[in-house]
Nanobody, 127 residues
Framework: QVQLVESGGGLVQAGGSLRLSCAAS?????????MAWFRQTPGKDREFVAA????????DYADSVKGRFTISRDNAKNTVYLQMNSLKPEDTAVYYC???????????????????WGQGTQVTVSS
């Protein structure tokens, strides 16, 4: 079992920044694990935002956030961060942290790939 605890959401004006954190606990991470951020708005499917492999640190981003968001990890703290800059009103959503025990050749974008999820944290960007 893996427990994920998110923090850092809130209300910010357009153009501002926020940093989300996700602390993971409960099991030893394998070299093939990955962690990611997804987001969801009412009535829509959960949307991939960014992912990072636990070993090697390879990152992937949705086109909508490339150049504005940065995902990073602190292996010693088992924590993943999402630095969000130049925020836009359309970034408003509940942001979820997710953990994939073993990344397959299907990659890291699909929400079905992830085994554990956090409770979500609200990000609201006002215009």
């Amino acid at each position: 079992q893996v427990q994920l605890v998110e923090s850092g959401g809130g209300l910010v004006q357009a153009g501002g920044s926020l940093r989300l954190s996700c602390a993971a606990s409960g099991r030893t991470f394998s070299l093939y694990a990955a962690m990611a951020w997804f987001r969801q708005t009412p009535g829509k499917d959960r949307e991939f935002v960014a992912a990072i492999r636990w070993s090697g640190g390879r990152t992937d981003y949705a086109d909508s956030v490339k150049g504005r968001f940065t995902i990073s990890r602190d292996n010693a703290k088992n924590t993943v961060y999402l630095q969000m800059n130049s925020l836009k009103p359309e970034d408003t959503a509940v942001y979820y942290c997710a953990f994939d025990t073993y990344v397959t050749d299907r990659g890291v974008v699909g929400s079905d790939e992830y085994d554990y999820w956090g409770q979500g944290t609200q990000v609201t960007v006002s215009s």
